[in-house]
């Protein structure tokens, strides 16, 4: 099983519309999580941290459930800048390094 | 602030051909530093760690070596380039156990 695994769609979306995207991790000792933004041909970036109690930042919306393993990233009112590939990051149990899932791919469309 | 600075943006190198790609760190002291690799269509894969100067943590490649000469320069190096290293090579530092990544621009490097 993947450490982090992720729906690598492509999610064609309009603009305006709504869309989530779902992760899952294997393993439970984890304690930090992520999502990281990767626009094409270019590093990834820190979208946001993602909190126990769930955590919001704009229009962008972060869920953590511990019990299921499962990290999910919201995001409202869709843009075309939104378009990009987004990608679960989670910290390594006892270790210094992070693991990232493949990634989900994003098309906002007019 | 803190800037991390990886260089060259994109190299073409022969089969065969040594290696060397360096990324700064400035702004901190003692970071954490990192090499991923992100090929074609694929995931990041975590090549090498250090936690401070002199110390590398290997993940799993075979024909690269890192090093960590000074505390905020990390070097990633082969002495001969496979075809299969082609690919995105990502810097990347940390501030604590609990933090995320600040990554580096990247080398697309490309073996010919």
């Known amino acids: 099983r993947k450490e982090v695994e992720q729906d690598p769609g492509p999610f064609n979306v309009p603009e305006g519309a709504t869309v989530a995207f779902n992760c899952t991790y294997s393993?439970?000792?984890?304690?930090?999580f992520f999502w990281y933004r990767q626009d094409c041909r270019k590093e990834p970036k820190l979208l946001m941290s993602v909190y126990s109690s769930g955590n919001e930042d704009g229009r962008f919306t972060a869920q953590l459930n511990r019990a299921s393993q499962y990290i999910s990233l919201l995001i409202r009112d869709s843009k075309l800048s939104d378009s990009a590939t987004y990608l679960c990051?989670?910290?390594?149990?006892?270790?210094?390094?992070?693991?990232f899932g493949k990634g989900t791919s994003l098309l906002v469309t007019p | 602030s803190q800037t991390i600075h990886q260089w060259p943006a994109t190299l073409v190198q022969p089969v065969g051909s040594p290696l060397s790609l360096e990324c700064t760190v400035e702004g901190t002291s003692n970071p954490n530093l990192y090499w991923y690799r992100q090929a074609a269509g694929r995931g990041l894969q975590l090549l090498f760690y250090?936690?401070?100067?002199?110390?590398i943590s290997s993940e799993v490649p075979q024909n690269l070596s890192a090093s960590r000469p000074q505390d905020r320069q990390f070097i990633l190096s082969s002495k001969k380039l496979l075809l299969s290293d082609s690919g995105f090579y990502l810097c990347a530092w940390k501030v604590d156990f609990q933090s995320g990544y600040t990554f580096g621009s990247g080398t697309r490097l490309t073996v010919v």
């Open positions: 250090s936690v401070g100067i002199g110390q």
């Open positions: 990051v989670v910290n390594r149990p006892g270790g210094y390094a992070l693991n």
């Open positions: 393993n439970s000792a984890s304690q930090s």
